[in-house]
């Protein structure tokens, strides 16, 4: 059994978040493992840079920290890309986050463009009257893309692969933007629940404002991920971890003490995004088809960038 | 005293001309340092997750890049592992003992994972033969590929088959973190588990080296281990870091286990190959199984229960008594006793 590290505290001696015990990890190995990981993606494409959004929140504030534990923080170039509306308490938690790592950083301000095609105090932008009455939703995904592309282009001025900062409960839910925060060359946390984000965040030295504040999207003002889906983190993902990971049903869930009408959510979440974490199907025509019976690695000999 | 170097390295995934020149390079290294074998991993030349790459890095046994390697091994025994072309273009995942400069015998690995994250039987032709082998040790070896390890037959075949040094040489992806596992790590704890276990079951030496490094998604863990013929682990590697790690052992304390421990001497092979002849015609409706519950699949004992919403409120069925079956006649054990209207009910709940 690895040592118990405890759980770090906030200023009245409470831990700054609840860690069920079956989702604990060792954060020696999980952190020698994804240093590894980073460093073989990168070798394997031919790159020495990364290039990641820093939204100032936990998961791709995690990541910085991991991608400079694993390559140097010079490799390492966080953008950050605020909309008008976005807090400036993530903000600055990010600009923390790039004083203690001491990586390069840009400030993209996308409000121009997402604003551009909405339109803005009345004036129509490139989406016509159309767009003007568009849902949070509809806006949300427009940033979450506007700010992929801001990362691709990016990526290319500064020969870095795109690091994905999403994290396995949001991806399993599908609380994600297709092509948009999700969009990534490849992702070290992707198979980590938000409690084993944190309890990871809280072994690298992630600030305590970072890992202790609501998840929020940041879509929109006040937005929190909990009271959006109204749910808790620590919940959510025991459940997530005993119907998949675990292969319990939903039977056996109720018995253990979950309420059947938050597992039968979570299953329909679970079951309706499916499509959000596969590779668009390709109809099949031809003798041989890429992702049906073509399957090669994604780096081989010769396919390396150069 | 014989020295042996685990080569736990990170193979590049298709770059078979570099794998075959860092395998020159560690076995020099390795014979520079006194070894007398030099154990590489499972696809230790090819890289791990092939997929359709599979055929384009394959070798047939005659390949010149293969007795290339083999000639490096003059006064060395060496286990290396490939993609193995066969004759009729079948292509397995081989294991060859090289000595003294010739291929002295490949080993075609027999259990493919195919569920879960592995995909090999989709790639590969699966091998049909498990035999320990003469070495130029002075000891029978056994080899074995990564899952050939997780059945149980293998290394007691090879065991009762001559081979005092089982080897296994594997690419385990490293999975299941948490931190309630030994080393963090629940695949390293089910393998330690099992080294650990055949070594003292088989009384023999058993040499495990697992490759470490990245292909695509999986990180292998390495953490190659030597355990003495007692189960006790003599050295265990690092995880994830690649090196060439030096272990001697005393050949002779697999004698030594032997006295002490008779295990292979006391071996029922004659009531083992009966049961499974038994086994195996049950299990084919070929014939009746006396000691089975009535409704019974043909080879399972036990009948299947009625589905029920939950295992907690399925009640608790007394089991009947195990009664040993009457001897029969010679010629009485025939075709099933099932009648043919008899329904087959292929549920059971308790697999």
Known sequence: MSAARPLPVDDAGRPLFELPDELAIDTDVARRVIAGFIRGQLGQAGFERCVLGLSGGIDSGLVAYLVSESIGADRLLCILMPYRTSSPASRSDAEAIVAELGCPSELVEITAMVDGYFGRDGQAGAGGEAVADATPVRRGNFMARTRMAVLYDRSVAFRGLVVGTGNKTESLIGYTTLFGDNACAFNPIGDLYKSQVRQLAAAMGVPNQVIAKAPSADLWPDQTDEAEGSFSYPLLDRILYWRIDRRRSTDELVEMGFERPLVERVERLVATSEFKRQVPPVAKLGPRTAGVDYLYPRRRPGSTHS | ?351
Not at chain 2, 162 to 167: I, P, R, S, Y
């Open chain 2, 1 to 351: 005293m014989l020295r042996i170097a685990l080569a736990q390295t990170a193979p590049g995934l298709g770059a078979l001309d570099a794998n075959l020149a860092r395998h020159r390079d560690l076995l020099e290294e390795a014979r520079a340092g006194g070894a007398g074998l030099v154990v590489f991993p499972e696809l230790g030349l090819t890289g791990y997750q092939l997929q359709d790459l599979a055929a384009e890095v394959a070798m047939r046994l005659d390949d010149p890049r293969l007795a290339a390697l083999a000639a490096a091994t003059r006064g060395l025994s060496a286990c290396v592992s490939f993609v193995e072309e066969s004759g009729d273009h079948r292509l397995f995942i081989a294991a060859a003992l090289l000595e003294d400069g010739e291929i002295r015998h490949v080993h075609r690995k027999v259990f493919l994972p195919t569920y879960g994250l592995f995909d090999e039987r989709r790639f590969f032709a699966a091998g049909d033969v498990v035999r320990a082998v003469p070495s130029r040790l002075g000891v029978g070896v056994g080899i074995a590929i990564c899952e050939d390890f997780w059945h149980l037959q293998t290394p007691q075949l090879l065991a009762l088959d001559g081979a005092q040094l089982l080897l296994n040489v594997s690419s385990s992806p490293g999975r299941d973190l948490a931190a309630r596992n030994d080393v963090g790590l629940g695949t390293a704890t089910s393998w330690r588990t099992l080294m650990r276990t055949y070594a003292q079951l088989t009384t023999s030496f058993v040499v495990f080296v697992n490759r470490v490094g990245v292909d695509e998604s999986v990180t292998f863990w390495g953490g190659s281990e030597v355990v003495a013929p007692s189960g006790e682990p003599l050295f265990s590697a690092p995880l994830f870091d690649e090196g060439l790690y030096l272990v001697d052992v005393n050949l002779e304390d697999v004698r030594r286990e032997r006295i002490a421990l008779p295990l292979l001497r006391d071996e029922r092979l004659e009531l083992q190959a009966r049961e499974l002849g038994r086994i195996i015609a049950e299990r084919a409706g070929l014939a009746s199984d006396s000691t089975a519950e009535p409704g019974a699949e043909p080879g399972l004992d036990v009948a299947p229960m009625a589905p029920l919403p939950s295992p907690s409120r399925r009640p608790k069925v007394p089991r009947r008594p195990m009664i040993p079956p009457p001897l029969r006649a010679p010629g009485e054990d025939g075709v099933a006793a099932r009648a043919p209207e008899e329904p087959i009910r292929l549920r059971s709940h308790r697999r």
